[in-house]
């Protein structure tokens, strides 16, 4: 009896813990698509990295995970050998702040671009892609501007990876239909810190092939087109 006793209140705890993070999940996704409508308040950027006119920011999340970089060489055929600092792998989780605890909101990542704006450009082996955590949709987009790390109150820390504007070359909305990362027009990558490749270890031909995952943080702002 004792035994089913403890197997029901387990069971029980299984159930309640399912339901309270249904209900979180739920609240975030209302707080979000509820921000949708909302102002969100990016910091004043250089205009190297700030969307043109017509376009609002609708959300924000704080990455935090690596940027994941291969040793190749300088050349084909060279004997020197350097990271690869213009296309670094990201991997991230962001999050927003729900009554005080962070939530995941958006995985971040490299893929291929599944349904191009531009069918006709060539694509290449994967673009940044950032999907929705709730509804599965995704947005692809490609760098248009950079400022270094250090340069500007919006991205203060010396010696991080650069701060970005990012521009969508893709969409796709989720198995279910969820669309919510589809009107995404352009990102912002804001405030980082870390991420940047080593300064060793990645130099001669012995090396080529090394691969190292740097962790970074950073703030992500969305915008969409706006009347």
Known sequence: ???????????????????????????????VTHASAQRVNPPVTPTLITPPEGNAAFLLGRGVGTQGY???PTSPGASTASWTVNNARPEATLFTK?????VEIITHFLSPDENPIDPTKPLPFGDATWQNSLDSS?????KTGAIPAGSDPSCPDSGAIACLLLQTVGTKNGPAGGNFMTQTSFIQRLNTQGGSAPDTGCSTASDVGKQTLVPYSADYYFFRAVE
């Open 70 to 72: 291969v040793c190749l």
């Open 98 to 102: 729900l009554f005080g605890q962070d």
């Open 1 to 31: 009896m004792s035994f089913n006793l403890s197997q029901e209140t387990k069971k029980s705890a299984r159930v309640q813990n399912l339901f309270v993070a249904a209900l979180a999940f739920g609240c975030v996704f209302g707080t």
């Open 138 to 142: 995704k947005v692809w987009a490609q």
